[in-house]
């Protein structure tokens, strides 16, 4: 069984910046990817940045430049330091984590963390 524990969401003025923490427990993957998704009021779930075991990124163009993913293969913790925020930045962000090195349906998600942008 997997567990992911996000943490780090708030409420930030236009500009400022969070930092978001996504720890897993449980089955541990050798090669996994882990990621950020958000899914906005009204709109689908999106994408917001990916890492693998190997420390390749993908980005979003919304958020390039602006956002980083970075991860702790020790702590099997994946973070989204999300600087420059704008108030369509807001969402539920939603941690993700499978086998392998590309999405697939048997992924494991977050709660869920609700990130709040005020103009």
């Known amino acids: 069984q997997v567990q992911l524990v996000e943490s780090g969401g708030g409420l930030v003025q236009a500009g400022g910046s969070l930092r978001l923490s996504c720890a897993v427990s449980g089955t541990i993957f050798s090669i996994n990817h882990m990621g950020w998704y958000r899914q906005g009021p009204g709109k689908q779930r999106e994408s917001v940045a990916t890492i693998t075991t190997g420390r390749q990124t993908n980005y979003a163009d919304s958020v390039k430049g602006r956002f980083t993913i970075s991860r702790d293969n020790g702590k099997n913790t994946v973070y989204l330091q999300m600087n420059s925020l704008k108030p369509e930045d807001t969402a539920v962000y939603y941690c993700?984590?499978?086998?392998?090195?590309?999405?697939?349906?048997?992924?494991?998600w977050g709660q869920g963390t609700q990130v709040t942008v005020s103009s």
């Open positions: 993700n984590y499978g086998r392998g090195l590309l999405a697939s349906n048997a992924d494991y």
